[in-house]
């Protein structure tokens, strides 16, 4: 996937300026796939020349006028050939399974601090996680539709999230049980 697509979905579900879907991106669609406000910028310009967006400039007084992007038709046409198009499974590449595979060349503490950090951000992200589902789906059996997808894609990063914190508790209380 690249981020164009990214872009197209949310600009599908509400047009909006380059700022606004860099905010929407940092609180939503951004925990899937992560883009800096200046990505989304330089991949708006090319998505524009492109013709998959459209803009309409709206003059704001003391600022630079504000863009405003929507999804053309030929942006729409993209976005349903990408949807048809075959995804790959995502492989996990993950830098602290290969830390923990090694720990025993170095300083085993080091990388048990290390994963203990790493399950504090896994702990945090599932709290937004779970904050998102009680603020956006307090009813998700009520949900179809555009919802039904955002929630199920939530739920995904719940559950990963919950995996991920359950996997470092397993690998901490091993590796301390082994230290002592």
């Given at each position: 996937?690249?981020?164009?697509?990214?872009?197209?979905?949310?600009?599908?579900?509400?047009?909006?300026?380059?700022?606004?879907?860099?905010r929407?991106?940092?609180?939503?669609?951004g925990?899937?796939?992560?883009?800096?406000?200046?990505?989304?910028?330089?991949?708006?310009?090319?998505?524009?020349?492109a013709g998959?967006?459209?803009?309409?400039?709206?003059?704001?007084?003391?600022?630079?006028?504000?863009?405003?992007?929507?999804?053309?038709?030929?942006?729409?046409?993209?976005?349903?050939?990408?949807?048809?198009?075959?995804?790959d499974?995502?492989?996990?590449?993950?830098?602290?399974?290969?830390k923990?595979?090694?720990?025993?060349?170095?300083?085993?503490?080091?990388?048990?601090?290390?994963?203990?950090?790493?399950?504090?951000?896994?702990?945090?992200?599932?709290?937004?996680?779970?904050?998102?589902?009680?603020?956006?789906?307090?009813?998700?059996?009520?949900?179809h539709?555009?919802?039904l997808?955002?929630?199920?894609?939530?739920?995904?990063?719940?559950?990963?999230?919950e995996?991920?914190?359950?996997?470092?508790?397993?690998?901490?209380?091993?590796?301390?049980?082994?230290?002592?």
């Open positions: 996937m690249a981020l164009e697509h990214a872009i197209l979905v949310a600009l599908s579900e509400r047009d909006g300026s380059g700022y606004e879907l860099a929407r991106f940092d609180r939503s669609i925990y899937f796939w992560p883009a800096t406000h200046q990505q989304i910028y330089r991949v708006l310009r090319r998505m524009d020349e998959w967006v459209t803009h309409t400039e709206i003059a704001q007084e003391g600022r630079p006028d504000k863009k405003v992007y929507r999804v053309s038709a030929a942006g729409r046409d993209e976005l349903s050939r990408w949807l048809a198009e075959r995804e499974p995502a492989v996990l590449r993950d830098g602290l399974g290969v923990l595979r090694g720990a025993s060349l170095g300083d085993p503490g080091v990388v048990l601090q290390e994963i203990e950090r790493h399950r504090a951000e896994h702990a945090m992200r599932l709290e937004v996680y779970r904050g998102i589902q009680q603020r956006d789906f307090p009813k998700p059996a009520k949900l539709d555009r919802d997808h955002q929630y199920l894609v939530l739920r995904g990063g719940i559950r990963a999230e995996s991920f914190v359950d996997w470092c508790d397993e690998v901490i209380e091993a590796v301390r049980k082994d230290h002592r």
